[in-house]
C-alpha cells in the first residue's frame, strides 16, 4: 500500500522538477536581452525637482543603452525611514540621495557605500567644476563617498526692511549693536526674533553660529576629533551664555520650544509683523515668496553679527554646499554606470535647470544665476572663509540628537550652559 | 462485540479528520500570527542584545549591556512616567466624561442621534490633522485658545502650552482625551443596550431617584463594559504614540516624552538599532506584566462586552 504512494509522491516531485527546470530553461532565455535596472531613490517631490533628475535619467538612458532607471521619490521624514529600513533589510537603491556628514559617515563605516574616489581621480574636470567645500562633507579618511547635487545653503537673518525703517534701527553688525536693536523693537512691542524650535535645528543654527564668532570655525572640527577641551570649551558655553542672554533680554516671540517650524509657526510671526527677524537657511527667500508674494517685497538679509572678543571671521557661514548629495550603495551591481548616472543628474543642464527653474544655488561654480537674492548669497558662499555643515548632520547621529536636545533646553532656560557643554563632551566620548 | 470493533476504527477516524480539520483552519491565522507578531517579537529581543546602526554587518554582541543602560537611562524612565500619567488621565478623566456622555445620551433617547454622531467626529478624524489643528489652537501668539483667555481677562492662563515643559504633556493629554472619550462612550452606550428595560421602570416605580438608578443598577450593570474600558485605556496609553509625535515631538526637553516617540528617536534618529529595540522590548514586557495583572484581578467581572 505504502509503495505506489510513495512512486506517485516522486512522480509528482520529478514532474515539478522538471516544470521547474522548463521555468529556469524560459526565464534564462529571457534574460538573454537583459534590462539593467539602476534605481535611484530621492526626496526631490515638487514636479520641477523631479523633473530635473528624470530628465537626466533619461539623458543617461539615452547614452547608454540598456540601462533603465527605476526612481523614486519620498518626502524628507519618511524618505529617511525608508532609507534606513532599506538598508536594514539588505535591499538599498543603487543610487540615493543623501546629507553628506555623520549621517553618511554611519552608513561609509558599515560599508554600505561605494568609495568614489577612483572615479573622480579619473574626471579632475567633473570634480573641479563643484565648489571646494562641497567635497569635505562627502570625504572620510581622504575618500570620497558623495557628489553634491541640489542645492548650497547657509544660515542668514532674514528681516523685515520696513519695520527696521519704521523704528530707525540699522541691521546690526555686532552684539552690541543687536542687544540694542531688541530693545527697541521690544519697547515698541515687536520680538527681535520668530523662532520655531519645537524641531530643534532650527534654535541650534543660533548657538553653531555664536560658536564660529566667539571660537572660529576649528573649535567644532577639534571637538569632533577628540582634540582639546572638546564639547566643554570655553566658546561651546559662552556660546549657551549668549543664547540664555538673547532669551531673558526677550528677543524671542513667546512659545520657541512649542512652535512648529513645519506648519509655518515662525514665518507667521514675521508675515503679522510681531517678529523682525529669523535666523534661517537660505531657501526660506523662496518659500516666502511662494507663501507670501506681498511680504517678500520687504524681505532682506544680513549675516550674522559678531561678537566682542571673538576669533570668528564675520564672513564665516554655517550651512551646506549642496544639500543633496548623491551616493551609490555597495550592493548597486552596476557602479559604474551609477556613476555615470550621477554624471547626468549634476551635468551643465541639470544645474542650470536647478537655479532657473528651481531657484536654487547648485554647488558649481560655473552656474548662471538671475534672482538677485541667490545673487549676493551665491558671492558670500564663494568669499566665506569656512562653511561649517550643520552640526546635527556632522556629527554622529547619536550625538547629534544630544546636541539638539541640549540646545533646546538651553532655550528653554533649563539647563546651564555648563550643564550642556559636560552632558555633549561626555557622550561624545563615549563615542557618540 | 462486533458492533463495537467496527465503531472503534470510526470513530478515531472521525476525529483525526476533525483535528486535521482544526489545524487547516487555523493554520492561516497562526501563520500571520507567527510572522507578524511572533518573530518581530522574538527579533526585537535578540536586537536588544546588540549594539547596531542598523546597517550593514558591523552588529555587536554586547549581551544586557544595552538594558544595564536602559535601568539607568533617565529619559526612558521620565517617558514611562509620562505613560502612567496619560493612563491615570485617561481612566480618572476620559472614562467618567465617556459614561457620562453614553448615559445622558441614552436617556435622551432617539433625539439624541445628532449629538452621538457629532460626539462620535473627533475619532473618525486623523490623529495627524487632530495634532495639526490644536496645534494651531494652543498656539501662545495666534491661537484662539490664549486670544480667547485674554478677552476674559485671564492673562495669567494664558500659558505657552506645547512649548513650556510644565504643560505640554498636560496640554497633549487633553487633546487625546477629547480623541478617544467618543470610542468609550459607544462602548458603554452598548452596555446600557443590553440593560433590560424593566428593570429601570421597576426602580421607577419602586421611587428610585435617577442618581440611585445609576449607582446601583446601570454601573454595576456595565461592571463587565467599564473593566474592558479600563483595559484598554491603560494598554492604548502604555503603547501611546501618535498625538504626542505630532503635537511635541516628545519635547520640549522631553517633557512629553513617551516610551514610543523615544523609542522612534533612538531608532531612526540617533541610528540606534539596538538600544531602540530595547526601549521596544521593555515597553512589550511592561504592556504584557499590565495586562496580565489587570486581566487577573478583575476576571471575575469578565463579560463579552
Known amino acids: 500500500m ?9 512522480s509528482i516531485v520529478s514532474a515539478s522538477a522538471l516544470a521547474f527546470s522548463l521555468c529556469a530553461a524560459v526565464s534564462t532565455a529571457v534574460q538573454a536581452e537583459p534590462v539593467k535596472t ?16 528624470r530628465d537626466a ?22 524618505y529617511k525611514t525608508k532609507l534606513k529600513v532599506s538598508f536594514g533589510a539588505d535591499q538599498p537603491p543603487c543610487v540615493f540621495e543623501n546629507w553628506g556628514g555623520g549621517g553618511l559617515h554611519e552608513y561609509v563605516k558599515s560599508g554600505q557605500i561605494v568609495d568614489l574616489s577612483p572615479y573622480l581621480n579619473k574626471d579632475p574636470a567633473y570634480r573641479n567644476r563643484f565648489m571646494k567645500a562641497s567635497w569635505d562633507v562627502t570625504t572620510f579618511d581622504g575618500k570620497t563617498y558623495g557628489v553634491a547635487a541640489e542645492n548650497a545653503a547657509a544660515a542668514v537673518i532674514f528681516y523685515n526692511k520696513e519695520v527696521f525703517r519704521k523704528y530707525g534701527i540699522t541691521p546690526p553688525k555686532t552684539w552690541d549693536e543687536l542687544l540694542h536693536v531688541v ?7 515687536v520680538a527681535a526674533f520668530s523662532l520655531a524650535n519645537k524641531n530643534k535645528w532650527t534654535g541650534s543654527m543660533y548657538y553653531m553660529y555664536l560658536v564660529d564668532r566667539i571660537g572660529g570655525p576649528q573649535v567644532v572640527k577639534d571637538a569632533l576629533a577628540g582634540k582639546g577641551k572638546g564639547f566643554e570649551d570655553p566658546a561651546f558655553v559662552e556660546a549657551g551664555k549668549r543664547i540664555q542672554e538673547l532669551v531673558k533680554a526677550g528677543a524671542f516671540a513667546p512659545g520657541i520650544n512649542g512652535l512648529d517650524y513645519d506648519s509655518g509657526a515662525s514665518r507667521r510671526l514675521l508675515y503679522s509683523g510681531k517678529a523682525a527677524m529669523e535666523l534661517m537657511g537660505a531657501w526660506e527667500a523662496s518659500t516666502i515668496a511662494n507663501e507670501d508674494p506681498a511680504f517678500s517685497k520687504d524681505l532682506d538679509f544680513m549675516p550674522f553679527p559678531t561678537v566682542p572678543g571673538g576669533k ?5 557661514l554655517i550651512g551646506t554646499v549642496g544639500d543633496g548629495f548623491l551616493s551609490i550603495s555597495t550592493q548597486c551591481k552596476y557602479p559604474d554606470a551609477a556613476f555615470k548616472l550621477i554624471q547626468a543628474m549634476t551635468d551643465e543642464q541639470a544645474m542650470q535647470e536647478r537655479a532657473s527653474n528651481d531657484h536654487k544655488l547648485p554647488p558649481v561654480n560655473n552656474v548662471k544665476i538671475d534672482d538677485p537674492i541667490t545673487q549676493r548669497l551665491q558671492k558670500m558662499l564663494a568669499d566665506a572663509p569656512s562653511v561649517q555643515l550643520w552640526y546635527d548632520q556632522a556629527l554622529p547621529p547619536a550625538l547629534g540628537e544630544m546636541h539638539k536636545d541640549t540646545t533646546q533646553a538651553l532655550f528653554g532656560l533649563s539647563l546651564t550652559p555648563e550643564a550642556a557643554a559636560q552632558q555633549m563632551q561626555a557622550a561624545a566620548k563615549k563615542g557618540g | 462485540m462486533n458492533i463495537a470493533l467496527s465503531a472503534t476504527p470510526e470513530r478515531r477516524l472521525r476525529l483525526s479528520s476533525q483535528t486535521l480539520v482544526t489545524i487547516v483552519f487555523l493554520a492561516p491565522s497562526l501563520l500571520l500570527l507567527a510572522v507578524f507578531l511572533l518573530y518581530p517579537l522574538v527579533s526585537s529581543l535578540r536586537l536588544s542584545l546588540l549594539d547596531w546602526n542598523g546597517l550593514g554587518n558591523t552588529a555587536r554582541y554586547i549581551g544586557l549591556a544595552n538594558w544595564a543602560k536602559l535601568a539607568h537611562d533617565a529619559v526612558f524612565w521620565q517617558s514611562l512616567r509620562n505613560n502612567v500619567l496619560l493612563a491615570v488621565a485617561s481612566i480618572a478623566i476620559q472614562l467618567p466624561i465617556a459614561l457620562a456622555l453614553a448615559v445622558l445620551l441614552e436617556k435622551a433617547g432617539r433625539g439624541s442621534r445628532i449629538l452621538k454622531v457629532l460626539y462620535f467626529l473627533p475619532l473618525l478624524m486623523s490623529s495627524v ?15 484662539p485658545l490664549n486670544v480667547a483667555l485674554q478677552a476674559f481677562g485671564l492673562d495669567g492662563l494664558a500659558k505657552d502650552w506645547l512649548g513650556d515643559p510644565h504643560f505640554s504633556l498636560g496640554a497633549t493629554i487633553a487633546v487625546i482625551i477629547w480623541q478617544n472619550a467618543p470610542f468609550y462612550m459607544i462602548l458603554f452606550l452598548a452596555g446600557l443596550s443590553s440593560m433590560p428595560a424593566e428593570v429601570n421602570e421597576a426602580a421607577l416605580l419602586d421611587g428610585a431617584s435617577e442618581w440611585t438608578i445609576f449607582w446601583r443598577i ?35 526637553e522631553g517633557s512629553s516624552e513617551v516610551m514610543a516617540t523615544y523609542m522612534y528617536r533612538t531608532v531612526f534618529s540617533s541610528f540606534q538599532l539596538g538600544y531602540g529595540s530595547t526601549i521596544g522590548s521593555a515597553m512589550f514586557l511592561i504592556v504584557i506584566t499590565v495586562a496580565a495583572v489587570s486581566m487577573y484581578f478583575t476576571r471575575r467581572y469578565a463579560t463579552e462586552v
Open chain 2, 218 to 252: 446601570k454601573l454595576p450593570h456595565l461592571q463587565g463594559t467599564v473593566r474592558t474600558a479600563v483595559l484598554l485605556s491603560v494598554l492604548g496609553s502604555l503603547r501611546y504614540f501618535d498625538l504626542v509625535f505630532v503635537m511635541t515631538g516628545g519635547g520640549p
Open chain 1, 38 to 53: 539602476i534605481t535611484a531613490w530621492d526626496q526631490q517631490t515638487n514636479a520641477s525637482s523631479s523633473k530635473i533628475l
Open chain 1, 2 to 10: 505504502a509503495y505506489p504512494a510513495f512512486a506517485k509522491a516522486r
Open chain 1, 183 to 189: 530693545d527697541v523693537l521690544k519697547s515698541h512691542g
Open chain 1, 312 to 316: 570668528g571671521d564675520a564672513r564665516d
Open chain 1, 57 to 78: 535619467a533619461d539623458r543617461f538612458e539615452k547614452a547608454n543603452p540598456g540601462y533603465k532607471v527605476e526612481e523614486s521619490h519620498v518626502l524628507n521624514e519618511a
Open chain 2, 129 to 143: 490633522a487632530i495634532g495639526v489643528l490644536f496645534k494651531q489652537i494652543y498656539d501662545p501668539n495666534f491661537g
